[in-house]
């Protein structure tokens, strides 16, 4: 095969198949040879359920992948900023670049962006050859293993999320889901300077992870309310009300608890993707002047901070490798991650 790639056709249905290797279409284009693709929820709900909010894979399949790093393959004629077997990590998302929000430096909201691994969208990276223009990917050193720079994307998700909610030297922090997101949070939210950082989660084995990883205070939830779990959260803590709530699991009763556990005037951003509509304390919210943000994806100048933070070694990304899959067994990697195994699983490119 060329161009070996893994699609996915439905629920419990992905083939290893021959697909046309991508051409440079744009003189700014660049050809990449996937080393590495990281596993996202995003992936295993595909895998699972056959689709995301309402988006499935086209009768043709859909390649799926778009956490990756790998290698300058091929480079368009006026390309400038890589080379030829530069290592690299990639940003998958490219917007249209001329509408209003594009303009405005907030291109991830898009309307015309194309995702990787989105249906009608972009082709993913679970493939030999992903093109990409040259500006949406990240050279990283020979001191970074392109294992690690799978990382650059979830990191980004977080470098977005702390700086949507500005914390400030001092402040106290709580991340509500401690995967790989909520971890790369709280990982972030130490560097802009929070003063304590707790996370929140429900698995004993997260928990234990979290603290060993980033020497931070932990909570697990109980079995009760909202309302009586965020007491419970403040009274360890030893405060009336934290600064920011990172809420980085998308579960309806730590969306809940969060909103509780703030203090008047405090920050609360929303990374985590649940369910579409959920119940939410909106008088608690109104009570306390809570300033309550979306976040989706990254934007301007996060991809660049995330490398940054991973290339100078300043956030140690290596214990979040749980496991590396062949490219073969790429529904293997899906499995594990649906079962809750690790934290970050990988899966390696195609092999010559």
Known sequence: MQNPSAVLYSPGTVKIEDRPIPTIQDPHDV??????VGVCGSDVH???HGGINGKVPPPTGLIMGHEASGTIHEIGGEVTSVKVGERVAIEPGIPCRRCKV????KYNLCKGMQFAAAP????GTLARFFRVPEDFVYRVPESVSLEEAVFVEPMSVAVHAVKMVDIRPG?????????TIGLLCAAVAKQFGAHRVMLVDILDSKLEFARKYLGCETFKPGMVSAEENAEGLLKQLGVDGVDTVIEA????????TGIYILRPGGKYVQTGLGRPKIEFPIVTL????LLVRGCFRYGSGDYELATSLLTRGIIDVKP????????GDTSQAWDKTMRGEGIKNLIRGVQD
């Open 286 to 289: 109104s009570e306390k002047e």
């Open 120 to 123: 009608g969208e972009l082709p």
């Open 320 to 327: 979040l490798i749980s496991s590396i899959t062949s490219f």
């Open 46 to 48: 595909f895998w699972k």
């Open 171 to 179: 402040e106290t922090v709580v991340v509500m889901g401690s995967g």
């Open 31 to 36: 050809l990449v040879r996937i080393a590495f």
């Open 102 to 105: 594009c303009k405005d430096g």
């Open 249 to 256: 699991s998308g579960a309806a009763p730590s969306i809940e």
